[in-house]
Structures are given as structure tokens and as C-alpha cells.
């Protein structure tokens, strides 16, 4: 089995910052090899993508994340990493780390992994 484990949510006052993280557990080959994904669902809304990473280490945001929020990964922690400044009260949700395809030690490939979330309140 494999697992992703998001942590860094909490409370932040509007314009702040967080980083939000996400480790793939240690039956996960590699992060680096495949897309991963943050996705954000706010109280009564879909959930929304907000930003990808690719195995070349091409990144997309989400229009509402341009210029704010930064995503990358680290190899050595397998684990990948959502910085989210100029933080907003619609910003609010919780959010979730997110792999296509997640590919194990041995080599059996997993899909649509998701990690249970962690939940971000911008408010003053």
C-alpha cells in the first residue's frame, strides 16, 4: 500500500503565509517520478486543482494561485511542498496532496492516491 500524509494547516491571519506538506510513505518509490498535485475544497464548493508538478518539474497553477502560492518537491524526503503567501479569506479549505499515479518499491503502480487533507483558515 502506499500512503500520502499532508501537515502544515492551521490558522493564518489574512496576507500571511504557510507551507503546506505532503510525504509519500516509504513504500512509495519516488514522487519526483511522477505529477502530483494539490487540490483545495472549500465549505459547499468542488474541489478545485490548484497546482501541479510534473516528473520533469513543470509546474501549473490555478489562476487564483498564480504569483502566490509555489509548489516543489524533494527528492531526499520524497515529499512534496505547497507555499501559499498572500493568503486570503477565500483561501480557505482544506487541502489535499494528489497522485495520478503513484508507483510503489515494487514497482506496482497505484491510482488516483489521495491524502486525507489538512485544513487552512485564513481569517483575522
Known sequence: QVQLVESGG???????????????????LSVTSVTMNWYRQAPGKERELVATISSTGSTN????????????RDNAKNSVY?????????????YYCNAPVLIARDYIRYLAVWGQGTLVTVSS
Do not use: H
Open 61 to 72: 497553477y490555478a489562476d487564483s494561485a498564480k504569483g502566490r502560492f509555489t509548489i516543489s
Open 10 to 28: 492551521g490558522l493564518v491571519q489574512p496576507g500571511g503565509s504557510l507551507t503546506l506538506s505532503c510525504a509519500a510513505s516509504e513504500s512509495v
Open 82 to 94: 505547497l507555499r501559499m503567501s498572500s493568503l486570503k479569506p477565500e483561501d480557505t479549505a482544506v
